[in-house]
């Protein structure tokens, strides 16, 4: 796997940041980016489950691995969701399963830093490398409106 790292100055404190990455109608508007319709179905505890899903209700279950409240969410992600159900590891989710994607928060001169990291494989890299800066900037739009 290959690490990608992505950030944004956002003119916002980490509080209100922190509440658009992960409050749930923030998080459809951001992650919009991705695949619109997409939504997240946890409790964002540390030791949680976390479904990623589509509008069609497929996509990732993951877990959150440490969580640190406006400073650090690292979520690892662990399998595929198919209409619903969670799937076994097989031969094409192996190569990915165990990906981590971390997000900190970090005070700098009156805004705050969003740093985000993640594991993909590399076939995705083109992929992450155009949509991750447009969600980020998403999450900007959003923190720093009034």
């Known amino acids: 796997m290959k690490k990608l790292n992505f950030s944004i100055p956002i003119n916002a404190a980490r509080e209100k940041v922190w509440n658009v990455l992960w409050d ?3 998080y459809r508007k951001w992650t919009s980016v991705f695949d619109e319709g997409s939504y997240a179905v946890s409790d964002w505890e540390e030791g949680s489950k976390v ?3 589509s509008s069609s209700g497929d996509g990732m279950y ?3 691995e440490r969580k640190i409240p406006y400073e650090l969410m690292a979520i690892k992600h662990n399998g595929m969701v198919k209409e619903g159900k ?3 590891v097989d031969e094409k989710t192996k190569d990915w399963a165990g990906a981590m994607e971390t997000y900190t928060l970090t005070e700098e001169n009156g805004s705050t830093k ?3 990291e993640i594991d993909i494989t590399e076939d995705m890299q083109p992929y992450f490398n155009d949509t991750f800066p447009k969600a ?3 999450v900007k ?3 720093e409106e009034a």
């Open 24 to 26: 749930d109608a923030t």
């Open 51 to 53: 479904l990623f899903l």
């Open 62 to 64: 993951s877990s959150i």
């Open 86 to 88: 969670e799937l076994p």
């Open 114 to 116: 969003l740093s985000v």
């Open 136 to 138: 980020l900037d998403k």
């Open 141 to 143: 739009s959003l923190a």
